[in-house]
């Protein structure tokens, strides 16, 4: 089990008085963003293009805090840029924790060990730190030899302290199925408690926009990493939205189910795409055409989008929202090694010779940690 028992049932309890509530919009993790700024420049990121003067602005702890309150979720991701960088990350963290937010505060970890005086221990925070995989594959994905290392060092140090960490990996195409799967047993071997998962969307201020993941090779990657999977694997997903991606069910996008707050203010309609901002979060669910958005809408920015922020959401309502949705999280729960015959071949194929191509990383947020039974 990749989270707290506390964790999963603050979730559910949410979910549920949501439901009993008849509220068909409601917001299941927050994507707090308090900087834009990074000490890394990689390739497929779309958050570090903004101008200088832009990148230097930070949200106030009093602004997060509103922003926190309004929404009212019970979860909150902070991304970025790379929020140790933030001067008051530690006070923001310390306001969520008295507010008993569950936090994954994103990194790459690279001024992890620096920075952790910081904070306590509490099973209300977790660092969830950004591997792209093994140490080759991580360290030209984000553009720094020796950046996996000061990683490793950075999640050891955290979990001898007595922290939560998680790792979030975004794969894009071109990812080696087989080093990810050997990635899965490094990751499992470090003692962190869950890895989590996503494909990559390719951000339209994103230097390298070659390598994004469509949706039948999205289906077909994750097809043959999860697939056939070890014992000891440890997932914070939904286990639907893992069979989401591996092509085994289909959602439509519940874009404000991850809700993101920055700089701007409230951003229209998701974390992925910028079609203006609200100055309430009120105002973004009532202003905010979402017909506009999802595959279903023909939206073209929306075409190849299989990620955690707008479908994650839609597994966890799935998942909680009726009898048959429970069931098969049971199922997927007690049955999750899903043998596949078909999946070993796409490794054997994989692992034939071939001239390997670019691949690059954008920063991910955390998806709905905590949600997986």
Same mark, same amino acid.
Request: aromatic share 10%; proline share 6%.
């Given at each position: ?6 964790? @999963? ?47 230097? *602005? ?37 306001? &969520? ?12 970890? &690279? ?19 950004? @591997? ?63 890895? @989590?998962? !996503? ?32 014992? /000891?694997?440890?997932? /914070? ?11 085994? *069910? ?46 279903? !809408? ?68 955390? !998806? &709905? ?5």
């Amino acid at each position: 089990m990749g989270v707290p028992v506390s964790q @999963m049932w603050t979730v559910v309890t949410y979910v549920l008085g949501q439901k009993l509530a008849r509220r068909k919009q409601y917001p299941l993790v927050l994507m707090l963003e308090p900087l834009f700024r990074c000490n890394l420049a990689c390739a497929g990121c779309g958050k570090i293009q903004y101008p200088a003067h832009v990148l230097k *602005r930070d949200l106030t702890p009093e602004e997060c805090f509103r922003a926190v309150d309004e929404c009212g979720a019970p979860m909150v991701s902070i991304p970025g840029g790379e929020p140790l960088m933030h001067p008051e990350i530690g006070k923001i963290v310390e306001g &969520l924790v008295e507010r008993k937010k569950y936090i994954y505060l994103c990194t790459n970890a &690279l001024l992890l060990k620096e920075k952790i005086h910081l904070f306590k221990p509490s099973k209300y925070l977790t660092f969830s730190v950004h @591997m792209d995989g093994q140490r080759e594959h991580h360290d030209f994905s984000v553009c720094r030899e020796g950046g996996y290392e000061i990683a490793i060092e950075g999640i050891r140090e955290a979990l001898k302290r007595g922290f939560r960490v998680t790792t979030n990996t975004t794969l894009f195409d071109g990812a080696d199925p087989n080093s990810v799967r050997a990635f899965f047993d490094e990751m499992m071997d470090l003692g962190v408690e869950g890895m @989590m998962l !996503s494909p990559g969307y390719s951000y339209d201020k994103a230097p390298d926009q070659q390598h994004f993941l469509g949706r039948a090779r999205t289906r077909r990657l994750f097809r043959a990493i999860l697939s056939n999977r070890k014992k /000891n694997w440890k997932f /914070n997903l939904s286990p639907l939205f893992q069979e989401f991606l591996m092509g085994k *069910r289909q959602y439509t996008c519940t874009p404000w189910g991850m809700p993101t707050y920055n700089i701007f203010g409230w951003q229209k309609p998701c974390y992925l795409l910028q079609d203006g901002y609200a100055d309430t979060f009120q105002e973004l669910l009532d202003e905010t055409d979402w017909s506009n958005y999802g595959t279903e !809408s023909g939206n073209p920015k929306c075409a190849n989008c299989m990620v955690h922020s707008g479908y994650e959401a839609s597994a966890v309502n799935d998942q909680f929202g009726s009898l048959g949705g429970f069931l098969a999280t049971v199922k997927a729960t007690l049955f999750n090694r899903y043998p596949d015959r078909g999946a070993l071949r796409l490794l054997d194929e994989a692992s034939e010779p071939r001239v390997p191509g670019p691949l690059v990383q954008i920063e991910a947020s955390d !998806s &709905l940690q905590g949600t997986n039974a």
